[in-house]
């Protein structure tokens, strides 16, 4: 048996063993879906306002489960951020084996689930292309132009001529992703 290893860190809040314990076993729900013992779980547990929020991200193999909840109820949030990370998996599954079987990934889909209305396979399909012209930009034209064309991101190219996206955060400040070779 499989069991994820916890990295739970505190922002604003302390941890407390009872809340750890509560984490660690709502983590281990998501232990059938993987076959490698080298799975961690980064946790982080936070104050926003006065609601608690819990981040968790799990890298594994080439891909990255990640998901987050801000609510009134810290357990609250821990039960719907495990609930939302094991919907991804089981909304992802068909697409992941193709990947585990290309990829020799190790993802574990051997057990057995209920259908569900999220586990149904859509095809997803291309509904919309757009072609841009990029002229080289400042982050705070690109801010600007993020904030006029009203989109979460915006893609740009900045002043030697690297390819990045500009997105709005939760939080309300930016993020960037930069493209590497």
Known sequence: ???????????????????????????????????????????????????????????YDRYVLRNEEVHDDLYAAIDLVIDKLERQIRKNKTKLKKQTKSNEMKFNFDYDLEPTEDMEEKPNKIVKRKSIEMKPITEEEAILQLELVSHDFYIYKDINNNIKVIYKRKDGNYGIIEAND
């Open 1 to 59: 048996m499989i069991t994820m290893k916890c990295n739970i860190r505190g922002e604003k809040i302390t941890i407390t063993d009872a809340i750890r314990d509560y984490i660690e076993t709502k983590l281990s729900k998501l232990d059938k879906y993987f076959k490698s013992a080298d799975v961690s779980a980064n946790v982080l547990v936070s104050l926003k306002g006065k609601k608690d929020s819990i981040e968790v991200t799990i890298p």
